[in-house]
């Protein structure tokens, strides 16, 4: 059983929309604080956003802010990332991620989802 699994990636337009989730399963799917990342093509894997188990709180990348916006349902084991008014910088492999809460350590990764974005 793969813990993290995304989906929703695809090709769309400059200013279109894209949710993404992020199934999580086993120990991946109680009390992490889970976090989207990506990566473009030449460039460092990069963080996007991240929100905790219990209070959902949650926290953003700069470049994201306003645009995008992360939440979970626990009761799906499921984490999402809506993605509005999205441009071609916005382009990457996008990666969920699981953070164990007792150490900090980054237990879990996903294979990645392709999100392009066509000006």
């Known amino acids: 059983q793969v813990p993290l699994v995304e989906s929703g990636g695809g090709l769309v337009q400059a200013g279109d929309s894209l949710r993404l989730s992020c199934a999580a399963s086993?120990?991946?799917?109680?009390?992490?604080?889970l976090k989207w990342f990506r990566q473009a093509p030449g460039k460092e894997r990069e963080f996007v956003a991240g929100?905790?188990?219990?209070?959902?709180?949650?926290t953003y990348a700069d470049s994201v802010k306003g645009r995008f916006t992360i939440s979970r349902e626990n009761a799906k084991n499921t984490v999402y990332l809506q993605m509005n008014s999205l441009q071609p910088e916005d382009t990457a492999i996008y990666y969920c991620?699981?953070?164990?809460?007792?150490?900090?350590?980054?237990?879990?990764w996903g294979q990645g989802t392709q999100v392009t974005v066509s000006s």
């Open positions: 991620a699981a953070v164990n809460p007792v150490t900090g350590l980054y237990d879990y």
């Open positions: 086993g120990r991946a799917a109680n009390f992490y604080t």
């Open positions: 929100i905790t188990w219990r209070i959902r709180s949650t």
